[in-house]
């Protein structure tokens, strides 16, 4: 499974992609930042946001797209500018029917490390030693990146197949032969009028 991660963001958004199954090594495929003038008007950041997953999605070719669930800060300037980079990643992944993940930091930060309170250091630290990398990613976003991908190769990987699982079984269920056989030969029971 190949999964391009999106650390949202306006100023720096972080991407990353790599490739692996659970319980198997995995391998980075891509990292990197996606920069936007900090002095821009909103509309031209965000068109070179989506200018840049669009590459990424272009090359990188994922078979889904994870994302960090924007959460409440202090900053609601901050917060919000989150939310817009978060809302183009999601889109343009949409756009190419890709499924997309949203993973909360906490989550990201457990499944990396096992503690869903280390810092990015630490997160950086163990995405560098899962990726068998000679150097910690930079900047702290790509890194970040990096760790949703991961973090949804394991954590994904099996809410997917259950998924996948649960659809074959309600596919099983709804074919016409299926139904008659849960209904009676007639296809409903006495007294039962649908």
């Known amino acids: 499974m190949r999964v391009m991660g999106v650390d949202p963001g306006l100023t ?5 992609a790599v490739e692996g199954r659970p319980g198997a090594p995995l391998s980075l495929v891509k990292v990197g930042v996606v920069r936007t003038p900090a002095d821009e008007e909103i509309g031209p950041r965000l068109v070179a ?4 997953i ?3 999605l272009d090359e990188v070719r994922p078979d889904a797209v994870a994302v960090e669930r924007v959460f409440a800060q202090h900053n609601l300037r901050t917060v919000m500018g989150t939310a817009q980079a ?11 029917g890709l499924p997309v993940a949203l993973h909360t930091p906490s ?3 457990a499944a990396i490390t096992g ?7 630490q997160v950086g630290t163990m995405v560098t030693r899962l990726l068998r990398l000679d150097e910690m990613p930079k ?3 790509a890194a970040d990146a ?6 949804h190769v394991w954590r994904g990987g099996v809410h997917n197949r259950l998924a996948e699982a649960l659809a074959r079984a309600n596919d099983a269920t709804t074919t016409p032969a299926a139904y008659f056989r849960g209904r009676g030969r007639a296809g409903y029971s006495k007294g039962n009028t649908k």
């Open 107 to 109: 989550e990201v930060k």
């Open 54 to 56: 669009e590459s990424w």
């Open 12 to 16: 720096r958004c972080g991407l990353g």
């Open 49 to 52: 946001i989506e200018e840049g």
């Open 86 to 96: 978060s809302a183009v990643a999601i889109l343009c992944a949409s756009r190419r």
């Open 139 to 141: 900047p702290a976003d």
């Open 146 to 151: 990096l760790a949703l991908a991961i973090c």
């Open 115 to 121: 503690s869903g309170t280390a810092d990015k250091r």
